[in-house]
């Protein structure tokens, strides 16, 4: 019963970590490509401002700069 209980408690911090991880990669992921939405903005290339700020999107979809620009 108490191995029941151990393996139980690692398995739950093993998914915890890991879904934090993917997370935070996930915001990094969203914040690049809004940098590219805007600097293709300040290029004058809406086209692909927008494709990059619909892949941001993705990543985190509550992000108010991505929404913003």
């Given at each position: 019963?108490?191995?029941?209980?151990?393996?139980?408690?690692?398995?739950?911090?093993?998914?915890?970590?890991?879904?934090?991880?993917?997370?935070?990669?996930?915001?990094?992921?969203?914040?690049?490509?809004?940098?590219?939405?805007?600097?293709?903005?300040?290029?004058?290339?809406?086209?692909?401002?927008?494709?990059?700020?619909?892949e941001a999107q993705k990543f985190n979809p509550?992000?108010?700069?991505?929404?913003?620009?």
């Open positions: 019963m108490n191995l029941t209980k151990f393996l139980l408690i690692v398995m739950t911090a093993i998914l915890l970590f890991w879904g934090c991880s993917t997370s935070e990669q996930n915001r990094q992921k969203a914040v690049l490509h809004t940098r590219l939405g805007h600097q293709y903005l300040q290029q004058g290339d809406p086209t692909s401002a927008l494709r990059e700020l619909m509550k992000d108010a700069n991505v929404h913003y620009a």
